[in-house]
């Protein structure tokens, strides 16, 4: 076991943590999912990244960095459709309360 | 050190099933739903490091496809009734 | 034509790539399959510039060494706010005005803006991008238009 496989695994195990405690912790939905997007993003590309220092079979490598970009351009879709979704079923985000939220609603269709 | 990320990724997955199961709107079980199955992904990666087989990266790749698809297909219907977010509805 | 032939060729390595196996029946299979994958996509016309932006190959590299360090550092800052507390964040969601001309521009904007945690793109109309957002700082380094320059300059 080499010491930076390690240390990109512990990075991303800890990321990945932050972010189940994100979304038991944060508010409402729409917080939750920028919780969601951290352990999707940086967490997942350590802990991907952690493997492939492991492992020299070049193969073996290839087949990681796949399932790095399908999680890298998936993960943006799927949540911008389920933003969608919920903004188009008027769930209304609790905002901040220094903010005027007169804008929102009516730009909101 | 590659079982204590599995075990740190066992306990993500406890963290989203909660939130799946507390809700409380539809969405976040949604999401919470999504994020199991990415964390599955990661998971069947890291066990095919654990048992030395790394053939398990394959179905690592299926499984982050059907994740990805039955999300969609699940939003396909969000003009659905059972969608609406009502007021009633404890936020 | 170049569409056809650039998705001809990633199919056939994705597949040499997954099977691993070279006897004549596997490789036949392969074929078969990658002939009905190219006339489903033609079916549903997604073969064009849009699926394929080959004219982006060259300037994609810089953006995406850029977008690295952008999501490497929202992520700290996330986190960070996780640690904190509820008490520490200020979800505001704003309307940003886009300044792409093309489509792909405008979803390469959106997806960036998504793929950085702390923001995400709820609804997407004309060049109006809704965005909702962890911190209110996000959503000024957002209105400072860096990303956005940076998407114009590559689709030019």
Redesign the interface.
Known sequence: ?NIS??LF??I?????????????????????????????????AM??I??ML??P?G??V???M??LL???F??????????????????M????K??D?E??KS??? | MLIAATIAILVVMIMAITRGIMGPTLYDRILAVNMFGTKTVLLISLLGFVMGRPEFLDIAIVYALINFISVIGVLRYSDSSIFKHSSQQKK | MRHTIFLSLSLTAFWLLNSGHNTALMLSFGAISIAFVLYIAHRMDVVDHESQPLHLTLKLPGFYAWLIKEIILANFLVVKHIWLGNKTISPTMVTIKASQKTDIGKVIYANSITLTPGTVTVNLEGDQFMVHALLRESIEDLQAGEMDRRVTQLEN
Do not use: W
Request: glycine share 8%; charged share 15%.
């Open positions: 076991m496989s390690a695994l512990l991303g195990s800890f990321l990945c943590v932050s972010g189940g405690v994100g979304i038991l912790r944060f508010p409402d939905f729409y917080t939750r999912m920028h919780a969601v997007g951290v352990t999707e993003t940086l967490a997942t802990i991907l952690g493997l492991q492992n079979d193969l073996v290839l087949k990681l796949i399932i399908m999680t890298l998936i993960s943006p879709t799927a949540s911008h459709a389920l933003a969608q979704a919920a903004i188009h079923n008027d769930l985000p609790e905002l901040d220094k903010e939220n804008k929102v730009s909101n269709p």
